[in-house]
């Protein structure tokens, strides 16, 4: 009995084992040794990470409230790649005076949130879901607020709170339409009792969608996400913008697939409308943006509106895509971050125009930035070209042909603005660039796995036929 | 289809608070006196301003006393069901425990339990 849990929900235990370790080692380690607290977790974190890669057959537990299959612990696997990395690039940050203090905080908040993630992915109802969602978001601001000298960190952190607070409970009320159409919370029963036309179930799952669209920081909800973004301190804001948006689009995937399969004719409108809004709008913001944290805010909201060309055709191939691209998304959107970050680091510089010239003096970092640009605008030698690739394909397999015709005008639209950084660190001149400098072993360790990443993940064609493979059996 | 459904969902539900707004305005008497002024406070004049700061020390009290108090919540459940779930049950309810302990003991060496 026992084991057959800890089996199943091997996953989830060990990262809480991590956690609470890190909790007692916070308690009980002298000052002086602190040091050493960091290089174990990211030790344990990376044998976790391995582990999960390891397949497991799936299974039920808690009379069906936790479910748990091969793809979901692949989904958690990949969420689980992109935490290290971030992990890896926190260290420079942490150990910074100020941070060095709540370096163990960070890094439990930072398991605790993947704890909710993982949870939500693996929930066998809307109870569990709704757990998961609020163990998840609760740290997050907690998170958000972490530079607590900084009046914009605590305001990101109360915007962040409230929102999701708000989206909390729109989500909520339209979980409550469908225990009322159905009498049930299982994901298993609900499709059931879902009717071919039922209004009642129309009206709930516009606000389920809204409440998810939200979370995943969707257009006509994405307003939170620039404040919340820019105050952050950046390495929140990097997993905010890659793990905590993976997460939301894997569940929200999950759902769609298992769910609310026969209400195909309803959502796929909504969805397409939400993908044509995401891309589009999150393009014109990002044209106009001189900081480079806002900027790549509002280009991650554009690479959801990518994410969602994965689900308006709901079948195997849509839900391989959406894990591959967010896979190479993860990739290349903490390249750029770690950039951003190593350099804010040392100089504090958040601009667009400070990175003018940066070739001269940092060529390495110049050419991590523009491989992650290229990446994310979706260029060919790069990973980002076949993500896109994949998702375009799956939406024009099912006949959205204007769909994918929009998707490519904006992909043309975002190479304007991810080549506009290019520019500036190649060609702009400048008088007083950014010094030349070295970062620690941790951030080149990181932009190293990235870039390996984002070459090999691409061209390395057994990755997408083993997330399919994975898929097919789901 | 389905969706067109739901525009009668939405004109009712627009309808029905402008509905309540309009006819409350329209039907209410309206007096206006200076006590209707003041903040609400068990019918007796506020003494002093009510922008007050309080000492954040009260949530943090407030809030470790919340967390144990929910904790007897989860305690009751289990102890109702303690015979049918037998070891694995006191097991978890143990590891539950020993996380629960190690967050008072993060608060006391926080200094959380001291007053300031």
């Known amino acids: 009995m026992l084991l057959q849990y800890l089996s199943l929900m091997r996953q989830e235990v060990s990262l809480i084992f991590i956690a609470v370790l890190v909790l007692i080692c916070e308690l009980t380690v002298n000052q002086r040794y602190k040091k050493v607290v960091i290089p174990i977790t990211l030790v344990l974190f990376g044998v976790h990470t391995i582990l999960g890669f390891v397949p497991f057959d799936g299974g039920k537990l808690f009379g069906g409230m936790f479910a748990t299959s091969h793809a979901q612990a692949l989904m958690k696997s990949v969420l689980n790649v992109g935490v290290f990395i971030i992990l890896l690039q926190s260290v420079a940050w942490l150990k910074k005076e100020v941070n060095f203090q709540k370096s163990n905080e960070f890094l439990i908040l930072l398991f605790s949130t993947l704890t909710g993630m993982y949870f939500m992915i693996s929930s066998g109802d809307f109870l569990m879901f709704y757990i998961g969602l609020e163990i998840a978001s609760i740290p997050m601001a907690m998170l958000a607020a972490f530079d607590t000298f900084r009046s914009k960190s605590s305001e990101a952190g109360i915007k962040f709170l409230l929102n999701s607070a708000l989206s909390s409970g729109i989500l909520l009320f339209g979980i409550s339409l469908f225990y009322a159409i159905s009498g049930t919370i299982y994901f298993d029963d609900l499709p059931l009792y879902f009717s071919p036309v039922s209004p009642l179930f129309a009206l709930g799952f516009i606000f389920f969608i809204s409440g998810l669209a939200f979370k995943m920081s969707l257009v006509p909800f994405h307003l939170w996400t620039a404040d919340v973004y820019e105050g952050s301190p950046t390495i929140v804001t990097s997993y905010f913008s890659v793990i905590s948006k993976g997460a939301a689009a894997f569940i929200t995937s999950i759902l769609l697939f298992k769910v609310f399969f026969n209400q195909l004719y309803l959502w796929k409108d909504i969805i397409y409308l939400l993908s044509v809004l995401t891309m589009t709008v999150g393009n014109l913001f990002a044209l106009r943006q001189t900081n480079i944290k806002r900027f790549l805010a509002f280009s991650s909201i554009s690479q959801a509106g990518f994410i969602l060309l994965g689900l308006v055709n709901v079948d195997s191939l849509g839900v391989t895509a959406i894990i591959y691209f967010i896979l190479i998304y993860i990739l290349s959107n903490l390249s750029a971050f770690g950039v951003v970050m190593a350099i804010a680091n040392v100089t504090g510089k958040e601009e667009i125009k400070d990175y003018n010239g940066l070739y001269k003096t940092n060529p390495l970092l110049s050419l991590t930035m523009m491989l992650a640009m290229f990446s994310l605008a979706g260029i060919p030698p790069t990973a980002g070209f076949f993500s896109k690739f994949f998702l375009f394909t799956d939406a024009a397999k099912g006949g959205y042909y204007w769909l994918v015709f929009i998707a490519v005008l904006n992909t043309i639209i975002s190479l304007y603005y991810y080549l506009l950084v290019v520019k500036a660190m190649f060609i702009s001149p400048n008088e007083q660039p950014i010094e030349r400098f070295r970062s620690d072993i941790y951030t080149r360790t990181a932009l190293l796995i990235t870039v390996v990443g984002i070459f090999a993940v691409g061209i390395y064609s057994p990755i997408f036929e083993y997330i399919r493979n994975i898929i097919d059996k789901f | ?116």
Not at chain 2, 25 to 31: A, F, H, I, N, R
């Open chain 2, 1 to 116: 289809m389905s969706t067109q459904i739901l525009i009668p969902f939405f004109i009712t539900a627009v309808f029905l608070v402008a509905a309540g707004i309009t006819l409350a305005y329209m039907l209410s008497p309206k007096s206006f006196n200076l006590q209707k002024q003041e903040p609400y406070e068990c019918g007796i004049p506020t003494v002093g301003v009510t922008w007050l700061q309080f000492n954040v020390g009260y949530y943090t009290f407030a809030l470790l006393f919340l967390i144990f108090d929910v904790e007897t919540v989860f305690l009751f459940p289990w102890a109702v069901v303690m015979k049918q779930i037998g070891l694995v049950g006191l097991v978890e309810i143990l590891i539950f425990f020993f996380i629960l302990v190690l967050g008072l003991a993060y608060a006391w060496k926080k200094h959380a339990l001291v007053w300031q």
